[in-house]
């Protein structure tokens, strides 16, 4: 009923730069949070962004300045901008949703992700 798709990833040189973009689709009625998450190789899944719906955006990792995290409520799209890329940025990065479909109650839907490799 909901499909979350990731797009924009790549093989980039470091110091570049990458804007993905996650695109809901499906019998939406309501988005509430989105996120950002990666999987570097050999790592668990880690918490990169999450914005509200209102565009509120708090970020985790600690060089927080490279990312921007935002959305386009009347597009259901929501985007991951990262300069200055590092080899270390090298993952998946998956897209998280909070929808809601219909009455039902808002529920988690996932990303199939998108590879996102940095070069040194």
């Known amino acids: 009923q909901v499909q979350l798709v990731e797009s924009g990833g790549g093989l980039v040189p470091a110091g570049g730069s990458l804007r993905l973009s996650c695109a809901a689709s499906?019998?939406?009625?309501?988005?509430?949070?989105m996120a950002w998450y990666r999987r570097a190789p050999s790592k668990q899944r880690e918490l990169v962004a999450v914005?509200?719906?209102?565009?509120?955006?708090t970020y985790v990792d600690s060089d927080k300045d490279r990312f921007t995290i935002s959305r386009d409520n009347a597009k259901n799209t929501m985007y991951l901008q990262i300069n200055s890329l590092k080899p270390e940025d090298t993952a998946v990065y998956y897209c998280?949703?909070?929808?809601?479909?219909?009455?039902?109650?808002?529920?988690?839907?996932w990303g199939q992700g998108t590879q996102v490799t940095v070069s040194s």
């Open positions: 998280y949703a909070r929808v809601k479909v219909g009455r039902l109650p808002f529920d988690a839907y």
């Open positions: 914005i509200s719906n209102s565009g509120a955006a």
């Open positions: 499906g019998s939406i009625s309501g988005i509430d949070d």
